[in-house]
Every structure is written in C-alpha cells, then in structure tokens.
C-alpha cells in the first residue's frame, strides 16, 4: 500500500533554534516530493524535489531528497515564531496525482 | 493577481441538505482538484479533472459529486448520502499532467453540519 509517513508528527522549539522534519514515503511511480507550508488557511508551496541528493534552498529554509532510502527532510535553521505552521509532505505519483502525509505541527515559542 | 478563489469561507448546514461549494481559479491550470482535511490526517483526495468535461473520482468519493464545464470552475457538492460531511475542503490546481508542477491551494471552505 502506497503510504507517506512524516515525523515527527508535533515539535515545540524555541526561537533560534534549527529544526529537521522528516518524510518517508512508499509509493509506487514515484515522480516528485513537495513540501508546503499551512499556517492557518490554504499551503503554500515551500519545494518540489524530484533528483537525489540535490539540496534545494530559500532562506533560512533547505530541503533533500534520498530516493534510494525513500526520504526527504526539511531543514529550517535561526527559526522565528513566523514559522510555526503545519509541514505537508506530498509525492506525486503518476502525472499530477498525489499523496499527502499526515503534517508535522511546529511550534516556535519566543 | 492569479489564484484559486474558494466560496464561502465558512458553511453551516443542517443534516440531510446537499451543499455545494464554489473553486474558481485564474491562473489558466488545466487539473483541478478537492481535498478533504481533517485534524490529525493528511489531505485526501476527493475527486480531480485533468481536462474540462472530464473528471475521476479519488480516494474518498461517495458522497460528493462534481462538475466540469467550463476550465475556471470545479465545484463541488457534498451529499446528504456523505456520512461525515463536517471537515475542511481545500480546492487546488496545477498546470498539466505530463509535467512535474506543484499544487496551487485556495483558501478553503470549513463546512460544518450539525
């Protein structure tokens, strides 16, 4: 069965501090893994990685795919309150169909 | 500016009464898609159209019905026959298939029916 899994699924940090959230995946024709951003109303595209071991960057904001051990991760370093948010992982399989993990809340305290 | 403009922001419905709810996008996508998001879960997938006229049911169909007449509009209609209708619904579009491109996200529609 097709699955993507994120951990961890809540996280409270302090203002400063870098964090890594993760995303394993299984799923079958496997085209492009996305990660968005969901504060309160609609995400918001963060990345779309599609080649192994290519770090693709914006800001204090990173991300990496491993597509021989079927991961990715985000990485958000000297993180600030604006931050907190929920962090979808998606994998398009196919053309333009996609499974979404469940999201990582991250909280970032003052 | 470009976007997908979901309508109402906030729906209250009584049990047994269809509703429907508006996703119009600008930014000239030819897929569109719903999603259903409830706390705790990922997005799932309700129904998508790749092409105007056209459109396949996703994960978590029964219930819901949509439309595809023109390519700015796919709205969609939650049935009485739909068991657990209150969650939040999120309309998205992206640019084509055959091409790796993200999903674009409207605002959402918290329907809530009691």
């Known amino acids: 069965e097709d699955k993507v899994v994120q951990s961890p699924l809540s996280l409270v940090v302090h203002e400063g501090d870098t964090v890594t959230l993760n995303c394993s995946y299984e799923v079958t024709n496997f085209r492009s893994l996305l990660w968005y951003k969901q504060e309160k109303k609609a995400p918001t595209f963060l990345f779309m990685l599609t080649s192994s071991g290519i770090e693709k960057k914006s800001g204090r904001l990173s991300s990496i795919l491993d597509k021989k051990e079927l991961f990715s991760i985000l990485n958000i370093t000297a993180t600030q309150t604006g931050d907190s948010a929920v962090y979808l992982c998606?994998?398009?399989?196919?053309?333009?169909?996609?499974?979404f993990g469940s999201g990582t809340k991250l909280n970032v305290k003052p | 500016d470009g976007g997908i403009t979901q309508s109402p922001k906030y729906l209250f419905r009584k049990e047994g009464q269809n509703v429907t709810l508006s996703c119009e996008q600008n930014?000239?996508?030819?897929?569109m898609y719903w999603y259903r998001q409830d706390p705790g879960q990922g997005l799932r997938l309700i129904y998508y159209?790749?092409?105007?006229?056209?459109?396949q049911k996703g994960d978590i169909a029964e219930g819901y019905s949509v439309s595809r007449e023109k390519k700015e509009s796919f709205p969609l209609t939650v049935t009485s026959a739909q068991k657990n209708p209150t969650a939040f619904y999120l309309c998205a579009s992206s640019i084509s298939q055959g091409r790796n491109s993200p999903l674009h996200f409207g605002n959402g529609t918290r329907l809530t029916v009691t």
């Open positions: 998606a994998v398009e399989y196919n053309f333009n169909k996609f499974y």
């Open positions: 930014l000239n996508h030819d897929a």
């Open positions: 159209s790749q092409i105007v006229n056209d459109f």
